[in-house]
């Protein structure tokens, strides 16, 4: 009855976003203003539905409903409550409701809280979100509904078991209670900055008005998928096993594409809003955002792509997202062919002034998002190509055939990203410190030497750090590096202090110094801090993999890890072999880790739990492999019914002397990574709470273009 009553809830909600989509686009090409309010009514309405449908599927999971074949799949009995919440979106059907859901928030957020905007250009956005809504509810009824009954496939009976699968083991972690809707919530957003850029195109209006209507939204946006981000870099540093915070996977790659673009778009938004520059580039960095978070969402959910956090691989379904998809970036594109270019930007500027530096910013991310969409669609473009041509004689194949498994590794992408991120994070500091429309050089000399002078002071800082904390000696690529990191830092610094020695009072320079500015500064100190963690961890990081067996000692630099025992371990849901490691600090002792070999009772899940020692400068990781002699392994795999104490016992009797492989690392400086991403976090909201996105009235362009420096 559950499931009946929350799937008509997602028709009537499907209902609303069609009324929703073509109501309002009627009323504002006429000027009726009843029909151009329904947008507003049925965007709450169908915000309304899908939380209900959401709330049942939630209520499914916590009343153990295994008449429901999601709920059997992805839950059972002796999963945890909180758990049983998250599995609401674990897998491909219930992370899409979740997916609809925030969609839904967002265009429910744009209706309550854009009441300021026309009345026309409001109804437009709501329309396009009505449409994007409605093909995506009528995707989820109509292939991938969470509320199907289990039943058998051949008979048509419907089932009732009494237990379900289980959720996936790897999912069963605090970070991935918070990652996915954070997540999605990044995602989704860039929806509204599409949603305002199309409504712009079909009002032929495209001022610096709309861009800085869209600017809170798509910096809201940017905020969340920064922390969606971060969150799943840490959930793979520690769930995984692996030790490490990014691996360049094809779903972390659908995450980052839109993440690099929509960077590029909250810069672009500062020159259309201030100089009114820019529009049709603007536009276009709007449709591409969203465009690769729907890419991202056809390669996780088609089946194209093999991950660990791929969710479906049903044709069918990637077919309906690929066709939906080519609807809304074709229809986007030929508005745009149709309008933006006969719009040109009334603000002019030189070589060397802001908006140049801003303009080679947004190349360089959108040929980093390229760099990575190639390295992402390269191995299942010529899978493709081999499946349909299997005797082709293309290039190399006709000599020695196409390979088995094609695949873009990490050196592609370390190597690419290094290529353009260099002069990215080099112009960064001078493209804060140059005016709008015409600077020189003789103008930022001063500005320049000063941040020259800042960065000495903070290489020398950085340098004392290094030497005391990571390692006695720099080696010479290290030596460049600190100075990159310390430019970045003067320059992030600089437009505060700026402010300081323009009054003459610090505290007159901090509280003349706007939200904005702020914003802008915090988040490219992040970047530094985010370079330094990534820098020191790939290049300073000890590790060691070897066969040991309790009571044996083993040292990786200046620690020293001694195997104390391997001893069964029962969880809530999980058997486990727990293991026990004393560390040692240059024959200190500062912790006992636990590291542990799970397998889940109801799907025979293999996982490792590393044992990890935080700290700011280095992290002790310690993961479990397999036993040297398997057949021992295989004492997880038994039945409840046979694992009693005198078992247990048993295998721990066997287990004692047995020698294991064992992964020992000393990870430099990784907390850095998140620290940075935090900071990024913190600057994005700083600039969200900047007062002038909500204000009808702007500064002068006269007084805006003589600050020397400007958001």
């Known amino acids: 009855m559950i499931g009946e009553l929350a799937t008509y809830a997602l028709i009537l909600a499907f209902c609303l976003a069609i009324v929703q989509c073509i109501l309002p686009l009627i009323g504002a090409h006429r000027g009726i203003n009843n029909l151009m309010h329904i947008a507003r009514a049925t965007a709450i309405g169908q915000f309304l539905f899908i939380l209900f449908s959401f709330c049942c599927l939630i209520y499914l999971f916590l009343s153990f409903d295994f008449s429901i074949e999601y709920v059997a799949i992805n839950s059972s009995k002796a999963l945890p409550w909180y758990y049983r919440v998250s599995a609401t979106w674990a897998s491909h059907e219930g992370s899409f409701l979740l997916w609809i859901l925030i969609l839904s928030l967002w265009a429910m957020a744009v209706a309550v809280f854009s009441r300021r905007l026309p009345l026309e250009f409001s109804a437009r956005v709501l329309a396009v979100m009505g449409f994007i809504s409605a093909g995506f509810l009528m995707y989820l009824i109509s292939l991938s509904n ?22 996936n083991p790897f999912l069963q972690d605090f970070g991935m209670i918070i990652h996915p809707p954070l997540l999605y ?16 195109l079909m009002g032929g209006r495209l001022d610096s008005s709309w861009a800085r209507w869209s600017r809170p939204w798509t910096t809201l946006a940017w905020v969340f998928l920064t922390l969606g981000i971060s969150l799943g870099s840490w959930w793979a540093y520690y769930e995984l096993g692996w030790g490490g915070w990014w691996f360049w996977d094809p779903v972390e790659n659908a995450s980052l594409m839109p993440w690099l673009v929509g960077t590029a778009l909250i810069h672009s938004y500062a020159v259309t809003d201030k100089r009114s520059s820019f529009q049709t580039w603007t536009v276009m960095l709007a449709i591409i955002a ?15 792509l093999k991950s660990v956090h791929a969710f479906s691989a049903d044709p069918a379904r990637g077919i309906y997202i690929l066709i939906f998809f080519f609807v809304i970036v074709g229809g986007s594109l030929l508005l745009y062919a149709r309008n933006a270019i006969r719009i040109k930007g009334v603000g002019k500027f030189s070589l060397y002034s802001k908006e140049s530096f801003l303009l080679v910013n947004n190349i360089l991310l959108l040929v980093m998002t390229v760099a990575v969409l190639i390295g992402t669609l390269y191995p299942v473009a010529l899978d493709a190509i081999r499946a349909m041509y299997p005797s082709s004689n293309l290039l190399q194949w006709a000599l020695d ?4 498994v094609i695949s873009v590794g990490k050196p592609y992408f370390n190597f690419m990203m290094m290529v353009f991120l260099l002069p990215l994070v080099i112009l960064m500091p001078l493209g804060a410190i140059v005016k709008w429309k015409q600077d020189s050089l003789k103008g930022t000399k001063s500005a320049i030497t000063s941040i020259a002078i800042i960065t000495s002071v903070v290489f020398i800082f950085l340098c004392a750090i290094f030497l005391l904390t990571v390692e006695a000696t720099i080696k010479i690529h290290s030596f460049f590096i600190i100075i990159l990191i310390a430019w970045i830092m003067a320059g992030s610094l600089w437009p505060i202090i700026y402010r300081m020695i323009k009054k003459g009072s610090v505290v007159l320079g901090l509280k003349s110094t706007n939200r904005s500015t702020y914003g802008m500064s915090i988040a490219h100190f992040g970047i530094a801090i985010f370079v330094i963690g990534a820098y020191f961890t790939t290049y300073y990081s000890s590790e060691k993999i070897v066969k040991i067996k309790p009571g044996e000692t083993l040292t990786v630099g200046q620690y020293k890890f001694k195997f104390d025992s391997v001893k069964w371990h029962t969880g809530a849901n999980y058997y486990a072999f727990q293991s026990s490691f004393k560390v040692y600090n240059n024959d200190k002792f500062i912790i006992q880790l636990k590291p542990e070999k799970r397998i889940y009772w109801r799907n025979k899940k293999l996982t490792t739990e590393p044992g990890i020692d935080p700290a700011l400068t280095r992290d002790v990781f310690i993961s479990m492999g397999e036993p040297i002699k398997r057949k021992f392994m295989s004492a997880l795999h038994e039945d409840q019914t046979r694992v009693n104490q005198q078992y247990i016992n048993s295998v721990n009797a066997v287990m004692k002397n047995e020698p294991w492989q064992i992964h020992f690392r000393i990870i430099a400086m990784v907390r850095w990574i998140w620290l940075g991403s935090l900071i990024m976090l913190i600057g994005g909201l700083i600039a969200l709470s900047d007062k002038r996105y909500r204000n009808k009235k702007r500064k002068s362009k006269e007084t805006k273009d003589a600050e020397v420096v400007t958001e």
């Open 146 to 167: 969470p509320f199907k009954p289990l039943m058998n496939e051949a008979t048509g009976q419907f089932l009732m078991v009494a237990d379900g699968q289980g959720m």
């Open 185 to 200: 919530m990044g995602y989704v957003g860039f929806c509204v900055a599409f949603s305002f850029a199309i409504a712009a």
């Open 290 to 304: 969203f465009s690769m978070s729907l890419l991202g969402t056809f390669l996780v959910r088609s089946g194209v």
């Open 401 to 404: 055939g196409p390979p088995a």
